[in-house]
């Protein structure tokens, strides 16, 4: 067999099994039988004159060859699905498929309301997202629009500075009644710390930034943000999470504010060839104003409580008459 002529279906068949470590998953999650999953990578393994993988008791290990195609097997299944979204598109009207990529506590926390008022102006939107630290590859198109917290350095990318999402140590108030609130850093080793289980890129860039943090050892860890986060709602302890969490929530108290300093630029990122398509310039438009806005909700929420606090002060008090 020719290897150019090879379906892309024998490819996604082979990225499955890959990633399932068995033909019956793979053909499970494909909609196939098991017998169609194993002739495509019989004939895989006929065009390559080699095979892909091992039967072991323990299911299917891949060879070292099957190993050197993975990534380029992963870039077809992201070009395929990438051309499947433009096709399922209008390019005179804002229809189709867009696919986001956001870190986990963007996708959950932040871009639900955004997207909920976007696809309410317009309901021929439909809008996937995956939501991960990880960073995914716009120029190889495994996602059409990203949300990042650093500058794309790739010339063929139209970014938008939205601006600093500011982090700080927060506390539920629950937590502080019960333990009382730190005056100063060194006192935080008499409480219990949430925080990171392992270094992902952006706490790498944080500990470049105060290498100070790196002693501190925390009680609870983990390596998702929202389980972190839920952990300080929860009044477990004190952790650091952003400022606009706060300032939608009252009951999250800043710990020793300002003593974190820590910011992270944010932007929205896309292709330059989807400028022009009325989908992904749409829904570029509106996540650069909806986290413009949560970007500022932290001085809007400061402003609001000195207003009120302003007032009460001018109030002016009475005797009570006898």
């Not at 196939?32 to 072991?56: I, M, S, W, Y």
């Not at 050892?217 to 004190?238: K, M, P, W």
């Amino acid at each position: 067999m020719i290897i150019d002529q090879i379906s892309w279906d024998h490819y996604r068949t082979f990225l499955a099994v890959l990633e399932t470590g068995s033909l019956s998953a793979a053909a499970r999650d494909l909609g196939l039988t098991q017998p169609t999953a194993g002739r495509h990578v019989e004939a895989l393994e006929r065009a390559f004159g080699a095979p892909l993988f091992l039967r072991t008791p323990q299911g299917l290990l891949p060879t070292e060859k099957a190993l050197a195609m993975k990534g380029h097997a992963r870039s077809m299944s992201a070009m395929s699905a990438a051309l499947e979204r433009i096709a399922s598109g209008d390019m005179e009207d804002v229809r189709g498929t867009v696919r986001l990529s956001a870190s986990e506590v963007i996708a959950v926390e932040v871009l639900p309301p955004i997207l909920a008022g976007l696809q309410e102006e317009h309901p021929g939107l439909e809008i996937e997202i995956s939501a991960s630290d990880a960073v995914e590859d716009l120029l190889q198109q495994e996602a059409d629009i990203a949300i990042r917290m650093v500058a794309p350095s790739q010339s063929a990318l139209v970014s938008r500075r939205i601006g600093k999402i500011t982090l700080g140590f927060h506390a539920h108030r629950s937590y502080l009644a019960r333990h009382g609130t730190p005056g100063a850093l060194g006192e935080l080793v008499d409480h219990r710390l949430i925080g990171f289980d392992r270094q992902l890129a952006y706490i790498r860039e944080i500990l470049k930034r105060r290498p100070d943090l790196k002693g501190i050892g925390f009680d609870f860890r983990a390596d998702s943000n929202l389980v972190q986060l839920a952990a300080i709602r929860s009044g477990l302890g004190i952790g650091m999470c952003q400022h606009a969490f706060a300032a939608r929530d009252p009951d999250l108290i800043e710990v020793l504010p300002g003593s974190l300093d820590i910011a992270l630029e944010t932007f929205v990122v896309f292709h330059e060839t989807l400028k022009t398509v009325p989908r992904f310039r749409a829904t570029f438009d509106a996540l650069v104003t909806g986290l413009s806005e949560w970007v500022r909700l932290p001085l809007a929420t400061k402003a609001q409580r000195d207003t009120l606090e302003s007032e009460r002060e001018d109030v002016p008090t009475t005797d009570s008459a006898d």
